[in-house]
């Protein structure tokens, strides 16, 4: 969905801005209690100790990134660039992809799924090329 907003010198598009925030900013609100969660004042206006009780993740997430940009630091210090790190990417990723190949059919059902940005279609596209082997 795409709002556009002409604002004027009357302030008139500002205003209606400010109206479509408040309506999708309500339905937000009710979307999240409908799920049992309760909003405080603390985490509507953003206070940091509320959002990390409210959403556990935000910490992680904001202590993964921390960690990616001490680690980009780290690849320049050692004057790394992006291909001399190919062949690690590809070993963790090959690790990776014998573990799901491990893991069975539906293993890499959900695989090619998330690989197709679960659009059926294209995963049944990919599948339809592939020939059975002999151990069937």
Do not use: W
């Amino acid at each position: 969905m795409q709002f556009t907003i002409n604002l004027n010198s009357e302030g008139v598009g500002a205003e209606k801005l400010t109206e479509v925030v408040s309506r999708i900013t309500g339905a937000l609100k009710a979307a999240i209690e409908a799920a049992g969660f309760q909003l405080t004042e603390e985490i509507i206006s953003g206070d940091q100790a509320a959002l990390s009780a409210f959403l556990p993740g935000a910490e992680q997430a904001q202590t993964r990134e921390a960690m990616v940009g001490e680690l980009v630091a780290k690849i320049h210090e050692r004057g790394l660039v992006a291909e001399d790190l190919d062949e690690l990417v590809h070993e963790c990723k090959s690790s990776e992809a014998s573990d799901i190949n491990n893991s069975g059919i539906d293993g890499q059902a959900r695989f090619l799924l998330a690989a197709n940005n679960y659009d059926l279609e294209a995963a049944l596209r990919d599948i339809s090329e592939i020939e059975p082997s002999d151990e069937n």
